[in-house]
């Protein structure tokens, strides 16, 4: 119990029943409902009244701090300023006595980031969200706040937010509960938004691990973005196989059906990567062989987040 909501009963109710005081400052508040507890409901009564109380000083503290808090900027983080066409999609954030206007996309790509945030050898550390503009990590209540604008707003709502949300916004719960799920999606968003430029060295090793495309004559100088987003879908299961918290007979699975796409991509493609040079032409030309047969289509799963 908190000192005000003791200060508030003791002005209350002390002075008519003293000896409720120390009834009430003995109930075991982390079990509130037990049988001890309701055995009194006069001890039960008082406390959500003060409780009730206790909330309402708790909103006039926070209205207060909110009128007169200053507005710390106009501008979103791009720099575009924040005016009233776009005001509908803000929030306005309340922390160190201080107002923060933060545009719901950007909240929602920050939250996703904090929350499946890993490292380059894909060991998951997710953090809390913290305020752009301050580096402060959100409070729990802020953090009700910005959920239930963003599922009363256009937005789609994320998977991981509602997750977080479902677990209280406790964040080693959130980890435990759903550590197989946030892996994937890292694994799934690295492989399909990073630069072909950070992918180009995964995808030469994994050619050069399997039995046939080792021998794929692959040119130095054939256009990285072509070859790496033709491998992105391989280069994903790839990726499950080497860091994705799965069981040995998924992986074995996974990593049987990886060989046997790659092999059936070189017996289709067996020319894929070659540099061809037409000196018969003026002037002379070089080409590149482009052309496969996909074997596999681009991977877009759904992300299935426990809600337990």
């Not at 030309?285 to 289509?297: A, E, N, R, S, W």
Request: aromatic share 16%; hydrophobic share 40%; charged share 15%.
């Amino acid at each position: 119990m908190t000192t005000l909501q003791l200060y508030l009963f003791k002005k209350i109710y002390e002075p008519k029943q003293p000896f409720y005081y120390d009834i009430l400052f003995n109930i075991n508040f982390e079990n509130l409902f037990n049988t001890d507890n309701t055995e009194n409901p006069v001890i039960m009564d008082i406390f959500f009244k003060l409780q009730k109380m206790y909330h309402g000083f708790s909103r006039l503290a926070y209205l207060y701090k909110f009128k007169r808090a200053t507005v710390k900027n106009t501008n979103d983080l791009a720099l575009n300023p924040i005016t009233h066409t776009n005001i509908r999609k803000t929030i306005v954030i309340l922390q160190e006595n201080s107002l923060y206007i933060i545009t719901l996309p950007e909240l929602i790509q920050i939250i996703n980031t904090s929350l499946s945030y890993a490292n380059s050898f894909f060991i998951l550390e997710p953090y809390r969200a913290k305020n752009p503009y301050t580096n402060i990590p959100f409070n729990n209540a802020t953090l009700y706040n910005i959920y239930f604008a963003v599922k009363n707003s256009d937005y789609k709502m994320s998977p991981l937010f509602h997750a977080f949300f479902m677990q209280h916004f406790n964040l080693s719960w959130f980890i435990h509960t759903n550590k197989y799920c946030i892996l994937e999606y890292v694994i799934h968003r690295h492989v399909y938004n990073s630069h072909p430029d950070v992918l180009y060295m995964d995808v030469i090793q994994m050619l050069a691990d399997n039995e046939l495309t080792k021998y794929l004559q692959i040119s130095p100088d054939f256009p990285k973005y072509i070859l790496v987003n033709i491998m992105r879908p391989y280069l994903h299961i790839n990726f499950r196989c080497q860091y994705s918290d799965v069981c040995d007979e998924v992986w074995r699975y996974l990593y049987k059906d990886l060989n046997n796409m790659l092999t059936s991509f070189y017996m289709h493609n067996p020319k894929f990567g070659r540099k061809y040079i037409h000196v018969r032409k003026t002037p002379i030309k070089v080409t590149f062989d482009t052309f496969h047969l996909p074997i596999i289509k681009t991977i877009h799963p759904q992300l299935m987040i426990n809600m337990l």
